[in-house]
């Protein structure tokens, strides 16, 4: 059974840390490059920051860029965002996506509020 699992959201004051884990099961994780979403109340989900399968950062996402690092660990089956300096426009959903050319997986996604 095909798997992915978010957690580490929660609600942060502006200006603190979270670290969001994606756990998978089920798949060859370490073949798939991993993709960070989010989606705001209103909004369109947006791409957050991208890594390779072999732990390249491919991307981030301008707002994000010197806040938020992604990382995997293939070993333990993981992803990780970590964002740091967070902003209340950083409340959302997250969603962690794993795609190939021929695969599509995404987690539940966890909840990141920033608010004093």
């Known amino acids: 059974q095909v798997q992915l699992v978010e957690s580490g959201g929660g609600l942060v004051q502006p200006g603190g840390s979270l670290r969001l884990s994606c756990t998978a099961s089920g798949f060859t994780f370490r073949s798939f490059p991993v993709i960070w979403y989010r989606q705001a109340p209103g909004n369109e989900r947006e791409s957050v920051a991208a890594i390779t399968h072999t732990g390249v950062v491919m991307e981030y996402l301008d707002s994000v860029k010197g806040r938020f690092t992604i990382s995997r660990d293939n070993d333990k089956n993981q992803a990780y965002l970590q964002m740091n300096s967070l902003k209340p426009e950083d409340t959302a959903v997250y969603y962690c996506?794993?795609?190939?050319?021929?695969?599509?997986?995404w987690g539940q996604g966890t909840q990141v509020i920033v608010s004093s």
């Open positions: 996506n794993a795609r190939s050319l021929f695969d599509d997986y």
